[in-house]
């Protein structure tokens, strides 16, 4: 079974719209022959101006989290219908800075998913474990529930089109990268419960990504693992040159 590699740029809280423009700038032609899908998450001030710059190109454009509620008395939020209005069509769901910092938790990411889906936008569902829970030696029971929970209520046919990034969150920006092997374990292991939870059939289809530390030179190890369909990119997405490397990688 191939699949497709997909990499996304998570931009996080970077990039004003004057240094969105300059950045789009040069990602356009560093990744315009690029080999996997490339979507870049940029932060909500960007995204109608990412949508515009990256019109024609093979660059698509995502956000980085959304509400799950249609519209109402939800100070700061932006809903899907928002989101797709500016001609975004991918959405990080529960990424660990949200879980830790903003109270985003198994069952809101579960209702996010599922207003995603409903509406047509592609959700990246994010899941990883702590180095405690590492250390403890509860990283597979873990992500197992994440997984599951994310997934619940949501069709097979709905399931097949989303993404599923494993970050270990003791490899996010702290340049300690999960080995490839570590990384592809618990990518397995996630498509292990897609298999369980629907067929061997979606489980297959399902692109799994890894996320954390991940760089233009660690890329080639960790994309040519078998479970591996990817990567969620923070810091190395911020350098056109660094990204395009990692967007080269289909194999
Ligand atoms: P870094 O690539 O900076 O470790 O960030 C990973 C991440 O959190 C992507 O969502």
Known sequence: MSRKKVIAGNWKM?????????????????VKDAK??????????SLALAVELTQNTNIV????????????????EVSADMLLGLGVKYVIVGHSERRQYFGETDETVNKKVTTALSKGLVPIVCCG??????????TEE?????????????????????????????????GKTATEQ?????????RTVIGELYDSETADLVRIQYGGSMNAKNAAQLLSMPDI?????????????????ITNFNG
Request: proline residues 3%; aromatic residues 6%; charged residues 20%.
């Open 61 to 76: 454009v995502g956000a980085q989290n959304m509400h799950y509620e249609q519209s109402g008395a939800f100070t700061g």
């Open 182 to 190: 570590q990384a592809n374990d618990v990518c397995k292991v996630i």
């Open 36 to 45: 996997s899908d490339v979507i870049i998450c940029t932060p909500y001030t």
């Open 229 to 245: 369909d990817g990567g969620l990119i923070g810091g190395a997405s911020l350098k056109a040159g660094d990204f395009s490397v």
């Open 142 to 174: 873990l992500v197992r529930s994440q997984v599951i929970i994310a997934c619940n209520g949501i069709s097979k046919e709905d399931v097949k089109k989303i993404i599923i990034a494993y970050e270990p969150i003791w490899a996010i920006g702290t």
């Open 14 to 30: 970077n990039k004003t719209p004057e240094e969105t423009r300059q950045l789009i700038s040069e990602l356009i032609g560093a």
């Open 129 to 138: 474990e702590s180095l405690q829970q590492r250390e403890q030696g509860i």
